[in-house]
């Protein structure tokens, strides 16, 4: 294992190449090599994924595969699909992977047999689905099921909300999904409120089922649920299912286990979607549009799992952040979906990408000396163009973009698709090529105009494109960004998998509740600027 990947020979070649290479412009590169946009571009399942207007050559690549070989990728890679213990600080499997296997496949890690024990979940989530959908399953007064409210927070929502949002289309049983998450009321409350409680599922989701914000929401909507359905406790059965790996908090909270799906302890919370934790995602799909999504998924798992890294989408991307990270001194990656489906995409990448890769430490604890984990944002294109591109256009940073867009639309109303896929191409032309002085000049700009309106261009993007989004192209494009992160996590030797870094807040704010509401609090315990803003808090509170 590599103990400081800077002081290894590809980090340092890595470097010289980046000094050598800054000056060099897109407009030389394509102009150099007519067909560059064809060449550096690469296939992964049915994701076509344009990388060549970025800041990179062959041998940027090259270097950079080499990186990858000193760092073992492709070992780790393997170790992950196998089972190993990757997530050492937790000592756990990192199998997210195992969640799509097909049910033929084996897989038996720490003595069990994988593969049967997800293939049963999928199949007493897929028989609920089909009770609920077909309105088998009836709530306490006889009514059928319209509403599923799924309460979770993290990876126990942002997973299920956006692939909720990305496969609208095909909601096919009448079942709407709603989401809560924030422990702020207002959430639950502008959730719920104009419901019937007698047509409304909750799906309960925690991993751990200890979590603050979920509980207290869960407490919330059972309160609601009774004093709406007259208050007979048995209704609780007919509304609320929950979906965790701890059976016996779900018992402790009042949820019959019957009514528990469960999953395992190496499946990452922000890593679940495609386990129970989808299960709301079921309800609006159905099983076989959920299977087809699985089958993305596992699609891309397996392009990453056998593919040299030359020609490995998702470890070519995730090199290519690291480029930017560490050797163009790029803190921040936009990720700019050209599809209104998927406008929570850029929301579950943040979790995705930081809560993974924002480590200080090697895996063995030693101080990183590099910058790991950058800053993942982004908005819905065309919406995005409108308010923060001018920055990437002609602000001082680099930004490096991934544009992502579908040929086929769901709703083709007249020649909306083409323009706005009209915009996503010119998007990525400008940022690329941009306008000279001499060019804005040409158009009769009047000369103190002139370098307000240059475009210098030069910006990076990568282009992904798949014909249509469907349950398999979303999965693999879900998996493509997974595995970027796997990548990435691998070359700054982190630990991708556990989140230490939220803990302390958690203990905090539990120590802080009893400041906010108890009577003689006595706050000298807590540093003055808390203090202060804690005791202007109770003023306005009246306490
Ligand atoms: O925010 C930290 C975190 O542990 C996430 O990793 C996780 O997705 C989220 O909280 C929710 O956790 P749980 O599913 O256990 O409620």
């Known amino acids: 294992m590599v103990t400081d990947v800077t002081a290894t020979a590809e980090w340092q070649a890595l470097r010289e190449h980046a000094a050598q290479l800054r000056g060099a412009h897109l407009r030389e590169l394509f102009a150099a090599d007519p067909h560059r946009g064809e060449r550096l571009a690469g296939q992964a399942a049915d994701l076509y994924v344009d990388y060549s207007k970025n800041l990179v050559t062959d041998e940027t690549v090259r270097l950079l595969a080499a990186l990858a070989g000193r760092v073992r990728l492709t070992e780790r890679i393997a170790a992950m699909f196998s089972g190993a213990h990757l997530n050492a600080t937790e000592d756990r499997a990192v199998l997210h992977t195992a969640l799509r296997l097909p049910r033929d496949a084996t897989l038996v890690v720490d003595g069990q047999d994988v593969v049967a024990d997800v293939h049963a979940v999928l199949d007493r989530m897929a028989s609920f689905a089909e009770r609920v959908r077909s309105g088998q399953w009836q709530g306490h007064t006889g009514a059928r099921i319209s509403t599923v409210v799924n309460i979770g927070i993290g990876g126990s929502d942002l997973g299920p909300v956006m692939a909720y949002e990305a496969l609208k289309a095909y909601r096919d049983a009448g079942i709407t999904c709603r989401f809560v998450s924030n422990i702020d009321p207002t959430d639950i409350h502008d959730t719920i409120h104009d419901l019937d409680p007698a047509s409304t599922l909750f799906v309960v989701v925690s991993k751990t089922f200890s979590t603050q914000e979920t509980l207290a929401n869960a407490r919330q909507a059972r309160h609601w649920l009774l004093e709406g359905l007259g208050g007979d406790e048995a209704a609780v059965a007919r509304h609320f299912v929950a979906v965790s790996t701890n059976r016996q908090r779900v018992q402790d909270f009042g949820i019959d286990p019957e009514n528990m799906f469960g999953f395992w302890d190496w499946v990452g919370g922000r890593y679940s979607l495609p386990s129970a934790v989808g299960l709301s995602v079921m309800l609006a799909i159905g ?217 302390l807040g958690k203990v905090m704010a539990n120590q802080f509740a009893p400041l906010l509401t108890g009577t003689d609090v006595d706050l000298a315990a807590v540093d003055s600027s808390t203090a202060t803003l804690i005791a202007r808090y109770r003023r306005q509170r009246g306490r």
């Open 287 to 503: 099983a076989d549009r959920f299977g087809e999504m699985l089958a993305g998924y596992h699609a891309m798992d397996e392009h990453f799992r056998t593919t040299p890294v030359e020609r490995n989408v998702p470890a070519l991307l995730g090199l290519l952040n690291v480029w930017y990270t560490n050797f163009l001194d790029a803190p921040t990656h936009a990720v700019l979906p050209y599809s209104q489906y998927l406008h929570r995409f850029p929301a579950y990448l943040q979790q995705l990408t930081m809560e993974s890769n924002g480590k200080s430490v090697t895996v063995d604890g030693t101080p990183v000396t590099y910058r790991t984990g950058e800053i993942f944002w982004g908005e819905p294109g065309t919406n995005g163009q409108h308010a923060f591109y001018q920055l990437m256009h002609q602000g001082t940073g680099l930004i490096p973009a991934d544009f992502v867009a579908f040929s086929e639309p769901h709703h083709d109303l007249g020649d909306m698709h083409d323009l706005f896929m009209s915009n996503f191409f010119a998007q990525t032309a400008a940022l690329a090529f941009g306008r000279t002085a001499e060019e804005v000049a040409a158009e009769g700009t009047a000369a103190e105009l002139v370098p307000h309106k240059v475009m210098p261009g030069n910006h990076p993007s990568t282009s992904i494109v798949a014909p249509r989004l469907t349950p398999a192209t979303f999965g693999q494009l879900v998996a493509l960004y997974e595995h970027i992160v796997f990548t990435e996590g691998a070359i700054w030797d982190i630990n991708p998998f556990d989140q230490w870094g939220v803990e």
